[in-house]
């Protein structure tokens, strides 16, 4: 079973940055379609930022301009760069497959709050 580890969240002020990364424990996973998701309290699941195996992305207008999603196959690694963050970007950020979904890691939490 694929593991997903999510890292990188932190406690930001508005119009910072993180850069957050997921790892998985078996190669070729993130051949897939990867996402970033997040989840604020209350709310249901998001997904905010999208990757196919050729490298095309998509986003929401919600983070669009502000957020960057990249992978590195050879490391099975997929980043999120978060940029001019705001208030209502708080909440835990996950990622995982589109399509091929597996257990869904911990997430990080990411705070912005002055």
């Known amino acids: 079973q694929v593991q997903l580890v999510e890292s990188g969240g932190g406690l930001v002020q508005p119009g910072g940055s993180l850069r957050l990364s997921c790892a998985a424990s078996?190669?070729?996973?993130?051949?897939?379609?990867m996402g970033w998701y997040r989840q604020a309290p209350g709310k249901q699941r998001e997904l905010v930022a999208t990757?196919?195996?050729?490298?095309?992305?998509s986003y929401p207008d919600s983070v669009k301009g502000r957020f960057t999603i990249s992978k590195n196959n050879a490391k099975n690694t997929v980043h999120l760069q978060m940029n001019s963050l705001k208030p209502e970007d708080t909440a835990v950020y996950y990622c995982?497959?589109?399509?091929?979904?597996?257990?869904w890691g911990q997430g990080t939490q990411v705070t912005v709050s002055s």
């Open positions: 990757i196919t195996s050729g490298g095309s992305t």
């Open positions: 078996r190669s070729t996973f993130t051949f897939n379609t």
């Open positions: 995982n497959a589109v399509a091929y979904q597996v257990p």
